[in-house]
């Protein structure tokens, strides 16, 4: 739009079916060249709203850019522009990698020459040399993910939006995808991404966490951690975690405690107040070993307690 | 329309087809299953119907008479008996078809009498078939009376007084060999089939498997992709016709007495009909299961039921003619008839012709405006 820094953005944007609002009016920027996490659990609206940036569907209301194309009457022009990698693994199954390729390759008209030579670039970035003549259908999860994010970049475009790319993949391989990523962004290429998994989303430069439909916090990591969360968390290693966390949301100031892996997190609004409360509670019921210290909320903490926050507000 | 997008989408549909054995088979095999087994085995002729014979007379004239039988193609003598009970039960287990029982006496009544009853036991489980061997049986009957009577006026000096004298001709198929009238109508079955069982499937497939999704990100025109999945199977069909066209010259020996080229022309157009049809089923479809049966339902089973391929059209009651004016393969079929055993060119069938047009045009139509319904 008239900011040349701006890759994606939209304002109001709203997708209904029938009776049911899947995205509630929801307003972001996205610049250039960053890797941007739209974030929320499963169904809270992200794939919704990425198919709308992808020209796929059309927004109930709202405007939007992408790529300075609008997203209601330029359609083509955005889908030329775009690299997309669906949620659900989505190329040929019967053909090979290469002949995936080959066939995306024809899709964006790329010329023989042309062809050749992005295929190697794509099967190089892609770390897929090994099973270039396999049938798709005999590669592993992690490696169909990484041909489909090879497929998606094929034509060079200068904004990709990846909807959940390392869904059911191992953390080996997340880990490899977003050194990919991150490759990409460093090439100039904005980096729309879609994740559930709240750990990953550190590696993004900014993000947005929607809800129902409804954005309810935006910023880099360091600001979500900080902005939007007053409360303080507190780590506590027992021996029955399952049955402390349950006792400890009894305390006083403490919101809400909830396991967390192996330790239980307690959030409070301050721990200098609530980890003696605790600790007297251990040595009234005469519990000796235990590890209790506050520590920085993760991102999943920030996003927990922004969900349970958003529910309070909104009761169903 | 981008040319290099239309043959991305048409190699790799191609691909798609090469490397499913189950596609190639329905490509290919069931169109030859279907020639021979329509050329060979499922002759709508009736011949060598069997029959069992009780001559109780056994004199020279029933002898004589028997020998009409013989010697006609229409019937086979299985064998002589003398009792009922054993006739009856080669009736029962099917192994005879007709029972013939030439009465004591029976040269001595036609001597003297001048007329002898002949008892005929049709097994009438099959009426069709059943009539028609009574035919056969009255048509050998009528030629030995015939003849009986005027060596009977010979004798007497006293000239033929039998006042028609039929002299008939059979055009076309001189033979009435029932093959020469099914092959040519397959090729219409044949193409259905294709269409039906298999491009029917081809756009239901990439919904089902979420590939559609990944296409229609891209800027793939509805135009490009429906011309690009149409091609394969287009040269499929094509294939098919030439082989049908070969086999059934030199398997089945079925003239092509007109133009071969108006044959392959009217074939494509009812061919892009067809594929068509077949597309827009694809797309309506939300399952590969639900495609193929509607398929079935809308396409293969009117053509094979209602285009007069197996049943003649005027043999249906009238409500159900005026419906078989809604199946193309029925102008085709004319079409494909009047070609190979008619010899004929388009100033006989024109009409036919231009009804195939309206039915492809219709059809391209169909599928054009509800792809891009769908993706919109």
Same mark, same amino acid.
């Given at each position: 739009m008239s900011n040349e820094g701006i890759a994606v953005s939209v304002q109001n944007l709203e997708k209904k079916f029938g009776a049911f609002t899947a995205v509630n009016r929801i307003n972001f920027d996205v610049r250039k060249g960053e890797i941007f996490g739209f974030l929320g659990p499963n169904g809270a609206g992200k794939s919704t709203t990425i198919r709308m940036l992808c020209g796929i569907i059309t927004p109930t209301s709202g405007t939007g850019t992408v790529g300075g194309f609008d997203i209601k009457n330029e359609q083509e022009k955005i889908k030329e522009n775009i690299g997309y990698m669906s949620q659900k693994f989505s190329l040929y199954d019967d053909l090979t990698v290469e002949e995936n390729i080959n066939f995306y390759a024809g899709i964006y008209k790329l010329s023989r020459h042309d062809r050749d030579e992005r295929k190697e670039q794509i099967i190089k970035l892609a770390g897929i040399? #090994?099973?270039?003549?396999?049938?798709?259908?005999?590669?592993?999860?992690?490696?169909?993910?990484?041909? #489909?994010?090879?497929?998606?970049?094929?034509?060079?475009?200068r904004i990709i939006f990846l909807d959940e790319p390392t869904s059911g993949v191992d953390p080996i391989t997340r880990e490899n995808f977003w050194g990919i990523i991150k490759g990409l962004a460093k090439q100039g290429v904005t980096v729309f991404v879609t994740t559930h998994y709240m750990d990953e989303a550190e590696n993004c430069d900014r993000m947005t966490l929607i809800y129902k439909g409804t954005i309810i916090a935006m910023g880099t990591p360091e600001e979500m951690k900080t902005k939007f969360m007053r409360d303080e968390i507190i780590q506590i290693r027992v021996d029955e975690p399952e049955e402390w966390a349950e006792r400890l949301s009894s305390v006083e100031g403490i919101k809400e405690s909830a396991l967390f892996g192996s330790t239980i997190h307690a959030v409070s609004p301050s721990a200098k107040k609530t980890i003696p409360l605790i600790t007297k509670l251990f040595e009234r019921e005469g519990l000796k070993s235990y590890k209790m210290a506050k520590i920085k909320a993760s991102l999943e903490d920030v996003f927990v307690s922004l969900i349970e926050d958003y529910d309070k507000e909104h009761p169903v | 329309m981008n040319l290099r997008r239309t043959r991305a989408i048409f190699n790799k549909e191609f691909i798609q087809i090469w490397r499913d054995p189950r596609s190639l088979a329905m490509a290919f095999f069931i169109p030859m299953l279907l020639l021979v087994l329509f050329g060979y085995a499922l002759s709508l002729d009736i011949d060598n119907i069997p029959m069992a014979v009780w001559n109780q007379d056994g004199s020279?004239?029933?002898?004589?008479?028997?020998?009409?039988?013989?010697?006609?193609?229409?019937?086979?003598?299985?064998?002589?008996?003398?009792?009922?009970?054993?006739?009856?039960?080669?009736?029962?287990?099917?192994?005879?078809?007709?029972?013939?029982?030439?009465?004591?006496?029976?040269?001595?009544?036609?001597?003297?009498?001048?007329?002898?009853?002949?008892?005929?036991?049709?097994?009438?489980?099959d009426s069709n078939t059943a009539q028609i061997a009574l035919g056969y049986v009255n048509s050998v009957v009528y030629s030995y009376n015939q003849k009986f009577v005027k060596d009977a006026l010979a004798v007497n000096s006293i000239a033929n007084a039998t006042p028609v004298d039929l002299r008939s001709r059979i055009w076309f198929n001189q033979d009435?060999?029932?093959?020469?009238?099914?092959?040519?109508?397959?090729?219409?079955?044949?193409?259905?089939?294709?269409?039906?069982?298999?491009?029917?499937?081809?756009?239901?497939?990439?919904?089902?498997?979420?590939?559609?999704?990944?296409?229609?990100?891209?800027?793939?025109?509805?135009?490009?992709?429906?011309?690009?999945?149409?091609?394969?199977?287009?040269?499929?069909?094509?294939?098919?016709?030439?082989?049908?066209?070969?086999?059934?010259?030199?398997?089945?020996?079925?003239?092509?007495?007109?133009?071969?080229?108006?044959?392959?022309?009217t074939s494509g157009i009812f061919l892009t009909g067809a594929l068509m049809l077949g597309i827009y089923i694809s797309v309506a479809a939300k399952s590969q299961l639900m495609a193929s049966q509607m398929a079935i339902l809308t396409s293969f089973l009117p053509t094979f039921m209602l285009s007069g391929f197996t049943y003649e059209i005027f043999n249906m009651p009238q409500w159900v003619q005026y419906i078989t004016y809604l199946v193309p393969a029925r102008y085709f079929i004319v079409i494909l008839r009047g070609i190979y055993l008619k010899g004929v060119g388009i100033e006989a069938l024109w009409p036919n012709i231009i009804a195939l047009f309206i039915f492809s045009f219709i059809a391209v139509r169909l599928a054009i405006v509800k792809f891009k319904k769908k993706v919109a």
């Amino acid at each position: 739009m008239s900011n040349e820094g701006i890759a994606v953005s939209v304002q109001n944007l709203e997708k209904k079916f029938g009776a049911f609002t899947a995205v509630n009016r929801i307003n972001f920027d996205v610049r250039k060249g960053e890797i941007f996490g739209f974030l929320g659990p499963n169904g809270a609206g992200k794939s919704t709203t990425i198919r709308m940036l992808c020209g796929i569907i059309t927004p109930t209301s709202g405007t939007g850019t992408v790529g300075g194309f609008d997203i209601k009457n330029e359609q083509e022009k955005i889908k030329e522009n775009i690299g997309y990698m669906s949620q659900k693994f989505s190329l040929y199954d019967d053909l090979t990698v290469e002949e995936n390729i080959n066939f995306y390759a024809g899709i964006y008209k790329l010329s023989r020459h042309d062809r050749d030579e992005r295929k190697e670039q794509i099967i190089k970035l892609a770390g897929i040399e #090994a099973f270039r003549s396999n049938a798709t259908k005999t590669l592993s999860g992690g490696w169909k993910q990484r041909l #489909a994010l090879g497929c998606s970049l094929i034509h060079k475009p200068r904004i990709i939006f990846l909807d959940e790319p390392t869904s059911g993949v191992d953390p080996i391989t997340r880990e490899n995808f977003w050194g990919i990523i991150k490759g990409l962004a460093k090439q100039g290429v904005t980096v729309f991404v879609t994740t559930h998994y709240m750990d990953e989303a550190e590696n993004c430069d900014r993000m947005t966490l929607i809800y129902k439909g409804t954005i309810i916090a935006m910023g880099t990591p360091e600001e979500m951690k900080t902005k939007f969360m007053r409360d303080e968390i507190i780590q506590i290693r027992v021996d029955e975690p399952e049955e402390w966390a349950e006792r400890l949301s009894s305390v006083e100031g403490i919101k809400e405690s909830a396991l967390f892996g192996s330790t239980i997190h307690a959030v409070s609004p301050s721990a200098k107040k609530t980890i003696p409360l605790i600790t007297k509670l251990f040595e009234r019921e005469g519990l000796k070993s235990y590890k209790m210290a506050k520590i920085k909320a993760s991102l999943e903490d920030v996003f927990v307690s922004l969900i349970e926050d958003y529910d309070k507000e909104h009761p169903v | 329309m981008n040319l290099r997008r239309t043959r991305a989408i048409f190699n790799k549909e191609f691909i798609q087809i090469w490397r499913d054995p189950r596609s190639l088979a329905m490509a290919f095999f069931i169109p030859m299953l279907l020639l021979v087994l329509f050329g060979y085995a499922l002759s709508l002729d009736i011949d060598n119907i069997p029959m069992a014979v009780w001559n109780q007379d056994g004199s020279q004239t029933s002898m004589r008479f028997l020998d009409n039988f013989k010697l006609s193609k229409y019937f086979n003598i299985m064998g002589y008996y003398d009792n009922y009970p054993v006739m009856e039960h080669l009736v029962d287990k099917g192994k005879a078809m007709i029972i013939m029982v030439i009465p004591k006496h029976f040269s001595k009544q036609i001597q003297s009498n001048g007329i002898a009853p002949l008892q005929v036991i049709i097994d009438g489980s099959d009426s069709n078939t059943a009539q028609i061997a009574l035919g056969y049986v009255n048509s050998v009957v009528y030629s030995y009376n015939q003849k009986f009577v005027k060596d009977a006026l010979a004798v007497n000096s006293i000239a033929n007084a039998t006042p028609v004298d039929l002299r008939s001709r059979i055009w076309f198929n001189q033979d009435l060999d029932s093959k020469l009238f099914i092959v040519p109508g397959l090729i219409a079955i044949i193409m259905m089939i294709i269409a039906a069982l298999l491009t029917s499937l081809t756009i239901a497939r990439e919904w089902e498997r979420g590939t559609m999704e990944q296409l229609i990100s891209t800027p793939v025109r509805s135009i490009e992709l429906i011309i690009g999945k149409f091609a394969p199977y287009f040269v499929i069909g094509f294939i098919d016709l030439v082989i049908s066209v070969v086999v059934g010259i030199m398997l089945f020996g079925v003239p092509l007495r007109g133009s071969t080229v108006l044959l392959f022309v009217t074939s494509g157009i009812f061919l892009t009909g067809a594929l068509m049809l077949g597309i827009y089923i694809s797309v309506a479809a939300k399952s590969q299961l639900m495609a193929s049966q509607m398929a079935i339902l809308t396409s293969f089973l009117p053509t094979f039921m209602l285009s007069g391929f197996t049943y003649e059209i005027f043999n249906m009651p009238q409500w159900v003619q005026y419906i078989t004016y809604l199946v193309p393969a029925r102008y085709f079929i004319v079409i494909l008839r009047g070609i190979y055993l008619k010899g004929v060119g388009i100033e006989a069938l024109w009409p036919n012709i231009i009804a195939l047009f309206i039915f492809s045009f219709i059809a391209v139509r169909l599928a054009i405006v509800k792809f891009k319904k769908k993706v919109a």
